[in-house]
Every structure is written in C-alpha cells, then in structure tokens.
C-alpha cells in the first residue's frame, strides 16, 4: 500500500542510504532496519550500473577526493555498485520491516530495472535534471516523482518539469537542495523552496546536505511536504557521503523534532485550545474594588482597579461599568457584579447576575 501521507500534511521523511552501505547488502539491511527505527518513512538507495554511468577517465567531485586514491569515479563507483538482484532482496525486507523502499536510477538499464519493484516514488537526483532521455523514460511510466533540483535555475527546472509532464508523470514534487557537501549554510537559500511552491504550483520539500538537523527541522516549519537527509551508520567509515550524514541517533532526533514541527503547525485557524483554556481565570483580569465603595455610590476611575484573577467582570466592559451605582458595599480587591442594565445613572443599580 502506498505510503504516502497518511494525512493531507503529513511530511514525509527520506533516509537517504544512497551508497553508505559501501556495496555491502549486509550494512544495507542494517541501515534499513536503522531508518525504521528512527521514524523515517522511506529509506532510499541508488541503483546504478557504473559504466552506464561515467566515462573511464571521468574525475571525482572534490567532496569524493577525501577518499583513499581511485584513478576515477569508475573505479570508486564500482567499489559502492549494489547487483540488481541485491534491490531485489532489499525491497522485500523494507516491506518485511515495513519502511518504505526506494532507490535512485541514475541510468536507463537501472530504470528498466527499478520498474518492476513497483516504488511509490520515481526520485531524480540533481544530476539528472538535465537528461532529457532519462526524464522522458521516468515520465513514460506514469508514476509519482520527487525532483531534486541542485544546481539549476528556474528555466532548468521547468524544462524538466515539462518533459516529466508530457511523458505522463501524474504528480510532482520539487525538492530544494544544494549539492555541495557539505552545504554551507548561507548557500542554502530556504526560501526558494517556498518560491517554486508558487512559480511552479506544485508540492515542494527539502533535500538537505547541511551539517547537523537544523535546516530539515527549519524547512518542515516552511512547509515541506518531504525531507531527505543523508544518514550512514557510522560517519567514520570510508566512503564520499559519509561526512555529511547523519548516524542513527541522530536521524532520529531529526524525525522526531520534525514530527514535533508538524504537530505544532496545526491549520493555521486562530482558536483557543484547551490545553491553555484553563490558564484564563488565571492571567486574566477582572473589574474589582480598588477602595471601599458604599452601596449607591457611583463607579469610577478612582475607585475601580483592574486586577487578576479573570473570574469576574471583564475589563473590556470597563465604560460600562463607570458611572453606574454600587448595588451593595464592596471591600478593596472584592469583585465588581454587573449592574442591571434597566438601571439608569441616576438610580441605583439593582444586584445583577453576579461574577
């Protein structure tokens, strides 16, 4: 069953896996089982084949070179590489323990592969934004998709958009991010996940490549309807994500704070809720007696306070009250009773309805 919001709001949360498992299916079904402990509801993979992927001499990205010396991406890429039949195996234990699976395609044959897992979700990394025969292949099957969009511009973003939608894509979802790892804080311009919400109408969320959980905690305040968050199980260990994941504990605490987030976001409906509601009598205020006043003696400004608690008369009938006639004696702090509104200022006020 698809796992998608289980309410109209709910955030989903992507453990992105990616290749910290190190080609290892062992370390991948234990990051599976880490993810769904931490709350997240999907965790994602990659599924590639590397010489559909790079060329042989294709250099590393400076982020992969604080990795032992390969001679090229090939060369590292072959080390993390997962055999198709490994997904196999892995998306039938996500469905075991009952967390969602994905994997990113990041060629055609690993498309044609991934298709017969039947994921809820295509997701398109940034690099592939801009290949036009792998975005009509993902539009042609008609799924869902979640678009990353590191490194593009708007026009960029909306040719892919295009292609996705005339190939047949029934729903996209933009995902802000910065591919730089990690991402420095001030690159990662938040608020253009909320600008393409409205240039281009559709959901947005957040992939994030930032040091620590601030900024998913920060982008599901904004409104994400995802959060995608690299995690390995331990940040020592060699491979070129590692450095900017999270390990277990930490990624639920991300869960958790964000769960925290949409809880507290609610419908926007300005209400008083009834945790606070019996808080009232107490921080409020009411009309009282600020000296003793004689029965027939007219209220004013100098013989009326306004003081906690909030049981009696409220301060906002203050105009009201001035110039009406004491219905009976009253002590300093003694609540003030509403007098009968048949009564004039010229006669006394009979005893009202009380506080």
Known sequence: MEREMKC??????????????????????????????????????????PGEVVTRDAKKAEYQKRERELPSQLEMLKGLALPFEAFTELKAYCDQLGIGFLSTPFDLKSIEFLCSLDMDYWKIPSGEITNLPYLERIG?????????????????????VRILEKGGSSEIILLHCNTAYPTPFEDVNLLAMKRMEHMFH??????????????????AALGASVIEKHFTL????????????????????????????????????????????????AVRKSIVASKRIKAGER??????????????????????????????????????EKPDRSGSEEEPAVNGGGA
């Open 8 to 49: 109209e709001n709910r955030i989903v949360i992507i453990a992105e896996a990616g290749v910290n498992h190190n080609g290892d299916i062992r370390l991948a079904r234990k990051m599976a089982e880490e993810a769904k402990k931490a709350g997240a509801d999907y965790i994602k993979f990659q599924t590639f084949v």
């Open 234 to 281: 331990d940040r020592r260990m060699e491979g070129p994500d590692h450095p900017a994941s999270l390990e277990p504990r930490e990624l639920a605490e991300m869960a958790r704070e964000i769960r925290n987030v949409e809880a507290a976001l609610g419908d926007g409906k300005k209400r008083r809720t009834s945790s606070e509601a019996h808080n009232m009598d």
């Open 202 to 219: 559709k959901k947005t969320g957040y992939s994030d490549h930032t040091a620590g959980i601030a900024i998913p905690i920060a982008a």
């Open 140 to 160: 042609q099957t008609g799924k869902k998709v979640i678009l990353s969009t590191g490194m593009s511009e708007n026009d960029e973003i909306c040719d892919a």
């Open 299 to 336: 209220f004013t400004e100098d013989n009326l306070a306004v003081k906690r608690p909030g049981n009696g008369i409220s301060p906002m009938e203050w105009h009201q009250i001035i110039g009406k006639r004491a219905a009976k004696d009253y002590e300093p702090d003694e609540w003030i």
